[in-house]
């Protein structure tokens, strides 16, 4: 079907000024008087709606009649002209309607709450508020990929059925075949008799594959999809999530936090270059003063503390946390927020944090105590990246699984890594559907997801 697209008009009208065009799209609003009707459509393309100007002494009412009722999906065609309303206009001349819509369609109203949406997936993207979000997340995924591409890394793709499980403690969701009654007489018999022969799931991150994959390619990066488990029903947390993670070589952590920063405020610089209207947008009506946190994003330098400076920090707060403040103990999001929020007031490394509460793999510090690892803050959200120098040292890597209980069994393959030309590497994960939340003022990451997957919820 030959069109053209609504942006393309918006963007540049002059050279289809006084020509006819050919424009498809759902009808958003519609409105009669005596002689001119008005129907606004839209076609997912921009932000700003066309609107069709109804001359009724020259169209007959049967053309026209139909594309009255809000949600119909028409094609249209006409003159575009000059308009105080939005710039341009088309002066109608024929209608089709591609489909009807009924008064039952529930995107009546001009605006309707998130919660309400919610709702509604399948009908949401329909809105002006879903588009920026598609349009914004489209252009931040291209970000991503540039920026790496531009710096040598190599995109590889990370199996998302995985028999390791990279974060450790139970958050795994299984994959299976087994009919549902399946009887077994040990947990071993039941995945023996299973498609892979043993235990599987969804992975929860591509870390470990990332490790293999840079320690020969030297420089990766995945960039895909990450179950969780976890019955975290908080507006940051989704069951499904996508995930960005970097693997360097010959990398320590202090280099690694600069490429994350570095990579952090490119993308940013990019979303805001490339979608200004959808951007303009959400500073009016999800976030006052987004476009100011932004560039005052881009243009600092991010704060950095260490696990233990912040401890005492928040424990000389005078603050009244929910949460007790003490060492040892992870941060939690009110800890994470008040720091970035009224203490540093942009984003945020916290390093070196205990080895307890982080993974097996991340490099021991030198104290005994504490792990070359670092979370990124930032305000509104908390967490968006994990980080770490991984642990390259093989006898100090085998001592922390044990620590933890950690079978070896599974992992052979990585521990080859630090058995065959073991080098100092570092990597980190970023939430993609957190750092869309950080970006577009959304309050919840299901709002930010085409579909979202949270406890409960499928
Ligand atoms: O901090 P996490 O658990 O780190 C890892 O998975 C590392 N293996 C990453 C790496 O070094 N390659 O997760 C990384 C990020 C978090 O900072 C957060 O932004 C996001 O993933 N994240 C979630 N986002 C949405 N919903 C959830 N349930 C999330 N869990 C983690
Ligand atoms: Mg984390």
Not at 3 to 12: K, L, Q
Not at 270 to 277: K, W
Not at 332 to 337: D, I, K, L, S
Request: with cysteine; aromatic share 10%; hydrophobic share 40%.
């Amino acid at each position: 079907m030959k069109h053209t697209d609504i942006r393309d008009i918006f963007r540049d009208p002059a050279p289809f000024l006084g020509q006819t065009v050919t424009v498809c799209g759902w009808v958003r609003t519609a409105r009669d008087s005596k002689n001119i009707a008005f129907i606004e459509i839209n076609d997912g393309t921009f932000l700003t709606n066309l609107q069709l100007v109804v001359d009724k002494e020259k169209l007959d009412e049967s053309v026209y009649k139909d594309a009255m009722a809000v949600g119909t999906s028409v094609k249209a065609e006409g003159v575009l002209v000059a308009s105080e309303r939005n710039g341009c206009e088309v002066e109608l001349t024929k209608l089709t309607v591609l489909g009807t819509c009924g008064a039952d369609y529930p995107l009546q109203k001009k605006r309707h709450s998130l919660e309400f949406l919610r709702t509604i997936p399948h009908l949401r993207v329909r809105t002006r508020t879903f588009e920026a979000v598609f349009a914004v997340r489209d252009q931040l995924s291209h970000a991503v990929h540039n920026y790496f591409h531009k710096h040598g890394y190599r995109y590889v793709h990370a199996p998302i059925i995985t028999g390791s499980d990279c974060e450790g403690a139970g958050e795994m969701f299984r994959v299976t075949t087994q009919p549902w009654n399946a009887a077994a007489e040990s947990e071993e018999a039941y995945y023996a008799e299973d498609f892979f022969g043993k235990k599987a799931g969804l992975t929860v991150s591509a870390q470990l594959e990332g490790e293999m994959a840079a320690m020969g390619l030297g420089r990766i990066y995945t960039f895909g999809p990450t179950f969780r488990a976890e019955h975290s029903n908080t507006t940051r947390h989704a069951a499904e999530f996508w995930h960005i993670e970097p693997e360097v070589c010959f990398c320590d952590i202090d280099d690694i936090i600069e490429i994350a920063e570095d990579f952090i405020k490119s993308i940013i610089r990019d979303v805001m270059e490339n979608c200004p209207e959808e951007m303009a947008f959400f500073d009016q009506w999800m976030e006052k003063g987004l476009l100011d946190k932004l560039t005052h994003t881009v243009e600092s330098d991010f704060a950095r503390v260490t696990y233990t400076e912040a401890v005492k920090l928040l424990r000389e707060s005078g603050q009244d946390f929910k949460f007790p403040v003490e060492w040892g103990a992870d941060l939690q999001t009110e800890h994470e927020r008040y720091m970035t929020e009224e203490v540093f007031k942009r984003p945020l490394f916290v390093v070196d944090y205990p080895a307890e509460i982080k993974s097996f793999y991340m490099k021991q510090n030198p104290d005994g105590k504490t792990v070359a690892a670092t979370d990124l803050l930032v305000p509104g959200i908390g967490e968006i990246i994990g980080c770490s120098e991984r642990e390259a040292d093989l006898g100090k890597l085998l001592e922390a699984m044990k620590k933890r209980g950690m079978s070896t069994e599974f992992y052979e393959e990585y521990l080859d890594t630090r058995r065959f030309g073991s080098v100092p590497h570092s990597g980190f994960g970023l939430g993609f559907d957190r750092m869309m939340m950080y970006l577009t003022g959304v309050q919840n990451i299901r709002d930010v997801l085409l579909f979202p997957r949270t406890v409960g919820n499928l």
